[in-house]
Structure formats: C-alpha cells, structure tokens
C-alpha cells in the first residue's frame, strides 16, 4: 500500500512536468504545495507501514519467546493432560489396581471403581473386590494381606 501511495504521488508529478503547468501562478503555487503535501504523507504513511511491519516481527518473535519459556518451565505436560480430559473438560482420575490372582496391574477410572461390585483383570479375567480406602486411614494389619493396592495415577 505504501508503495502505491509514493508511486501515484511521482505519477502526478511525472503528469506535472509533462504538461504546460506553470508554477508561477497563484492556482500553480497552490498545486506545487499541495504535491509536497502528498509526497511527504505518502513518506509518512510508508515509514509508518515500515515501522508497523517491524514491530509485528517482533512481536511474532516475542510471542516465539514466549511459547519456548512456557514449554521449558511447564513441560509437555499440557499434551498428558488432554488425554485424560472428559468430554466436559474435566480431568478423570484413573487408578491402578492390582489383580490378586495374577499380580497384573489394571488402570481403572474412578467411575468403575466406584460404581462396580467388582473388578475383572484384563489379564487372568478374575474378578475381585477393591476397598477404596482415604488417603489419611491406615489398614488394620491383617487386611494388608488379603486387600487390593490402589494407587492414584
């Protein structure tokens, strides 16, 4: 764009000097200061454009910057995330739950793991009981042996 702006402003002027124009004339003096008018905006407009086109390069850069410092400081967990992510947005919590009978480790989601009576090893097809137990509770100590692990993922 800016280009055109300085290139119609030296075809006016070409068109001037082509023609019988006399400078001298009141109407002429008028004419001339009105072509120095256009050609110094036509400048303006084309240092402006320079300038604009200039600071969204660095901005591109910054914004390069940017996402390399976030990667760096964050990691690729952003990629872990979405897979877990349900249709709604939200993060299922997955666990693993090993079988009793083979020692397989399952990866169960909390919805199975809380609506269902038992869970079938995708190794052995044993079914077996989990018992879902907070964080802060300890087992007694002869349920450690014949209870299930779950772990949070």
């Known amino acids: 764009m800016a280009m055109d702006l300085n290139a119609k402003a030296a075809y006016i002027r070409g068109m001037m000097k082509g023609m ?10 008028i004419i001339v200061a009105m072509m120095d008018l256009l ?3 036509a400048d303006v407009v ?10 969204f390069d660095e901005l591109d850069a910054i914004d390069e910057d940017m996402d390399d410092l976030v990667d760096n400081i964050f990691g690729d967990d952003d990629e872990d995330e979405d897979e877990d992510e349900d ?11 090993t079988c009793p009978n083979c020692g397989t480790v399952n990866i169960v989601d909390e919805d199975t793991l809380m609506d269902s009576d038992k869970i079938v090893c995708a190794e052995c097809g044993a079914a077996f009981d989990v018992e ?7 087992m ?3 349920a450690e042996a014949e209870s299930t692990d779950v772990t949070i993922e």
Do not use: N
């Open 140 to 142: 007694p100590a002869d």
């Open 20 to 29: 019988e124009f006399d400078p001298a004339t009141q109407e002429g003096k």
């Open 39 to 41: 050609e110094e905006m």
């Open 132 to 138: 879902v137990l907070p964080d802060d509770a300890e």
């Open 46 to 55: 084309s240092e402006h454009d320079d300038a604009l086109d200039q600071a």
């Open 87 to 97: 249709d709604d947005g939200a993060f299922e919590t997955s666990y693993e739950v």
